[in-house]
């Protein structure tokens, strides 16, 4: 199923989003940030969800937040708000939840060890908690940026080797590290879930499928066979809309 998922959707009510997005989508990766928050809006959300015909998933919470921090108090309070959004998406009923491997030390040297062992440790966690809520907890690679970890495959299966966790593939973020084969190919039976948006290689833009330079006939070959959703990951609702025609005319070619 193609769904769709903005940041930007999170500044508004979460039944105002829904409208807006039930017309063109039957899938909604809800960003839990700001309004969206599911954890501020779960008690509500059957009331919500019966007057939409659609499907759910989940993008945990991303701001002010760190499971590989080098400080405790901020890496515990980071995990139990991963740990809190398994627990609110099993009560609504929503069965995937995208998380984030973690940041690197901004300021000091000589931590990038540590800050890894410290995901690590999170990360095997989050995967009991996922096990226990019966929600499954999908690990997204990250885009060329000096602080994220999980950029290179290698490294997103050297934080989620020895686990049960699996993996949430991004094609524009391995696209800016020039790396989506070699994604496919070594973590291809751990995908299950994918967002899918476009750019040019060289920063994480968020363009409507087909502005940038990726291959997406390519791409969407190489992933037959692998599981997930495709959530378009868009600025605008209407460069949501443009991708999903392009994207579906493109999956008819495959």
């Known amino acids: 199923m193609i769904g769709i998922s903005c940041t930007q959707f999170s500044v508004h009510d979460p039944n105002k989003i829904m409208d807006a997005v039930s017309r063109d989508f039957g899938l909604w990766e809800i960003f839990s940030e700001a309004d969206n928050t599911i954890t501020k809006f779960s008690s509500r959300f059957d009331d919500m969800r019966s007057r939409f015909s659609m499907e759910y998933s989940v993008h945990a919470p991303i701001c002010d937040i760190n499971i590989a921090a080098v400080n405790d108090k901020v890496r515990e309070t980071s995990v139990k708000e991963m740990m809190d959004t398994l627990e609110h998406a099993n009560r609504m009923g929503i069965e995937m939840v995208t998380i984030h491997p973690g940041v690197y030390s901004m ?48 490294e ?17 973020h391995a696209n800016t590290m020039g790396a989506t084969d070699r994604f496919i190919d070594l973590l291809g039976e751990r995908i299950a879930n994918i967002h899918i948006h476009d750019n040019n290689g060289d920063v994480d833009a968020h363009m409507t499928i087909g502005d940038g330079n990726i291959d997406f006939m390519h791409v969407l070959s190489k992933l037959k066979g692998c599981g997930g959703n495709y959530i378009i990951e868009s600025r605008t609702l209407e460069s949501a809309i443009e991708s999903k025609k392009r994207l579906e005319a493109m999956m008819r070619k495959v």
Do not use: Y
Request: some cysteine; glycine content about 10%; hydrophobic content about 40%.
């Open 107 to 154: 300021v000091l040297d000589g931590l990038r060890g540590r800050s890894g062992e410290l995901a690590k440790d999170s990360l095997r966690r989050i995967e009991k908690a996922s096990a226990e809520t019966g929600v499954t907890a999908a690990i997204e690679n990250m885009p060329s940026f000096a602080i994220m970890m999980g950029q290179t495959p290698e």
């Open 156 to 172: 997103l299966l050297c934080l989620i080797d020895g686990t049960d966790l699996k993996v949430c593939f991004d094609i524009g």
